[in-house]
């Protein structure tokens, strides 16, 4: 079942000055559990299909359909709210909150969506148990690793239980150890939990893990292959 | 949680947020004891006025204060003063006889008003004797005794026991010419006390005066607490024929003055608050500029747009709730200090007491007044922290997540 509909999607800055093309009729579906790569070189517009799929940015034409929602004509209100609730984050710099712990960064989203304390703290625990970090729990980002960082990113992206994952360039500031380490725990949840995780990168570690890799060039699909 | 992390927020920081709490303490400390001092400022003055001279209520024959022409006396007045006595809300009560003169000395001369008093009752309500800084209150000299301001006794350039003549219309038309001997220099913050009031006693006057045994005007102390008009209605109602009137209407100058006063710290209160707002604005400004990628996450996860300004709102209010007690405390310090130990004005004392001021000054305070403060800089701080958090809600995701 298709929990992602990208139809003939196209978003150019600048429209009036001078006009830059970030995507060009892109259109595809993402299945659910799915571990998908979106990869090509800088500026070829990977980062902005992310945050178009993500809610984040509105596409100039076409649509995205999330669970047979259309986000695009949503507004930005209903937009946060559905981001909330559907999709789960996670950013190349990890993003982290720095003033709360590894635990409370993982509760902090089930704090938005207004989950009871108790469920919230099993639920972060659990993740973290499942990420190798729950030794880490009460340590605040600044005491952890990138690797341990990108690991609470990840496990506060579950923690809102999304329909699908948006990693952006999620192993770019990782060292090759945390990177494998990462994509392993990744793969788990995906092949355990039938988790869906749609990446974009241009690391071949990740592009060797992905069972579908979406290749862009200039806004472009180039290549949709499924390994 | 949005609460554990604004206030985990302030201190990521440290400087800055001592900085704004400073400001708050500073701003908090500044109001109440620049309050504290305008007080006790105003209260010094209009109390030496009121308790040396003026007193809280006088009563006239209506047409006297017209022109002070001394055939205007109240009729039984020595009757009614020891009546008004015994009224409860009646502290003390003197008479006196008044008519205005001259004053001369073998060098110079000067225009004064001649003050027959009752010298025991005029030192219980006025406390005359207390502001006497050379010579003594009636005593030494049995033959025409008078007390002068100091300003005057400079003009004339008279000392204890000098000779002065007083020249005055005795109230047929004629001048009479008396000769005085000065018993005492007064000195006080009172302008007219100082330089325009002579004080001879009541029976010395009355001598020299056509119409005999009568009086000019009674003053009237009232207890504390007791309101002043409810008593000048209470005399104007028994006394129909005279005219009873508070200090308000006395001295309207010291009313006008007080209301001046107050206006004087409202603008002082606005002017402290808005440094206080735009101290507060550039702080927190700063506070989510640095935070922007931050911010960006929370709301790309999903963090509605009223729970990030809520959150900014918050670290301010936290940093307004941990500098204002301080504020308050160094403040109450520092006004009940010097509420013992008094303003020490001393090195500008001949300016002020050239205005009539005294030069040592005790601040004080209502407690109401800490109340406001406090709320005032509150306030401020809150309304100093919309903008930042309005700016925090603007941010684009996107955008923000990117800046480095």
Known sequence: MSIIKVENITKIYNETKIPVHALNGVSFEIEEGEFTAIVGPSGCGKTTLLNVMGGLDHPTAGRVEISNTDITEMKDKDLIDFRLNNIGFVFQAYNLIPVLTALENVEFI???????????????????????????????????????????????????KPNFILA???????????????????????????????????????????????????????????? | MILKIAWKNIWRSRGRSMVVMGSIVVGIWALLFGTGFMNGFMESYMADVINHDVSNIQIHNPEFTKDYDIKYFIPDGEKKVKEI?????????????????????SRKSAGIQIRGIDVENE??????????????????????????????????????????????????????????????????????????????????????????????????????????ESIVAKYNEVYKEDKAESWREIAPELALMQEMYSRVLYILLVIIMLA??????????????????????????????LRVFFMVVVETIFLSLIGA?????????????YQNVGVDLTNYSEGLESFGYSSILYPYLEADAYIIVTV?????????????????????????LHKV
């Open chain 2, 276 to 305: 206080l707002a735009f101290g507060i604005v550039n702080t927190m400004l700063m506070a989510v500029l640095e935070r922007m990628r931050e911010l960006g996450m929370l709301m790309a996860i999903g963090m509605n747009k």
């Open chain 2, 325 to 337: 007690p301080i504020g308050l405390l160094v403040g109450w310090l520092t006004i009940r200090y």
């Open chain 2, 376 to 400: 005032g800089v509150v306030v401020t701080a809150i309304i100093g922290a919309l903008y930042p958090a309005w700016k925090a809600v603007k941010l684009n995701p996107v955008e923000a």
């Open chain 1, 110 to 160: 089930m704090l938005l969506q207004k989950v009871a304390k108790k469920e919230r703290v099993e639920r972060s625990m659990s993740l973290l148990k499942e990420m190798g970090i729950a030794d880490k729990a009460d340590q605040r980002p600044s005491e952890l690793s990138g690797g341990q960082q990108q690991r609470v990113a990840v496990a506060r992206a579950l923690a809102s």
């Open chain 2, 85 to 105: 006595r015994n009224w409860p809300e009646v502290k003390a009560a003197t008479s006196r006889a008044i008519v205005n003169g001259m004053i001369s000395s």
């Open chain 2, 123 to 228: 030192a219980k309500a006025t406390q005359l004797d207390s502001l006497i800084s050379e010579g003594e209150y009636f005593i030494g000299i049995k033959r025409n005794p008078i007390i002068i301001g100091k300003k005057i006794a400079d003009e004339l350039k008279v000392k204890i026991r000098s000779k002065v003549v007083l020249t005055f219309n005795d109230g047929n038309g004629d001048l009479t010419t008396t000769a005085f001997r000065v018993v005492g220099i007064v000195k006080s913050s009172s302008v007219k006390i100082n330089g325009h009031y002579v004080f001879v006693r009541k029976e010395d006057l009355f001598k020299n005066l056509a119409n005999g045994n009568q009086i000019h005007e009674i003053a009237i102390v009232t207890n504390s607490q007791v309101e002043e």
């Open chain 1, 168 to 227: 952006d360039e999620p192993t770019a500031n990782l060292d090759s150890v945390s990177t494998s380490n990462l994509l392993d725990m990744m793969a788990k949840m995906n092949k355990e939990e039938n988790e869906t995780f749609i990446f974009s990168t241009h690391d071949q570690r990740v592009i060797d893990k992905a069972r579908r890799v979406i290749t862009l060039e200039d806004g472009k699909i180039l290549s949709d292959v499924s390994v």
